[in-house]
């Protein structure tokens, strides 16, 4: 599925991480964020499957807040990761290109620029618009903010 994922992200505008809300972040979900980072693809989030934390696993909704929250935590840690990566591998590019020869160690004196704009582009945050909550199997998917318009009415 690599491969697939591979060329699919080379041709697309937009991808969307489907994670499920269960499971969690796997092995295979770090893969296609690392495959998205590294073709710029911009992602949407989507947490699937979480009717099954109310029916399967009867969590209480401030559990099932806590799961969703903390999925998501780990996904934006992931993608603080490779934002990291990135900094740090252009910064020893930077510096092997400034001195070639200077084989004294690590100079800690020169600290990593870090982009706080690449940092929000590449994080996910429900209030942001970026995260979807979603059932497949019951063909329903939203947004907070379309959830918000939803019980605003109700008010």
């Not at 590449?122 to 209030?127: D, F, G, K, L, V």
Request: negative net charge; contains cysteine.
């Amino acid at each position: 599925i690599t491969s697939e994922v591979s060329t699919a992200a080379r041709l697309a505008d937009g991808a969307l991480v489907v994670v499920d809300a269960v499971e969690g972040v796997s092995a295979q979900t770090r893969t296609v964020l690392r495959q998205a980072w590294r073709d710029r693809v911009k992602t949407c989030l989507v947490l699937n499957k979480v009717d099954r934390l109310i029916v399967e696993l009867e969590l209480t909704p401030i559990e099932a807040y806590q799961r969703l929250l903390k999925t998501i935590e780990q996904i934006n840690a992931e993608n603080q990761m490779l934002l990291s990566e990135d900094l740090m591998a252009k910064d020893a590019a930077a510096d092997s290109v400034a001195d070639p020869q200077d084989d004294e160690g690590i100079d800690l004196t020169n600290t990593l620029a870090f982009d706080l704009e690449a940092e929000k582009a590449w994080s996910y945050a429900p209030e942001r618009g970026n995260v979807v909550f979603a059932s497949a199997m019951h063909c329903w998917a939203f947004r907070i903010s379309d959830f918000a318009s939803l019980i605003a009415v109700k008010m």
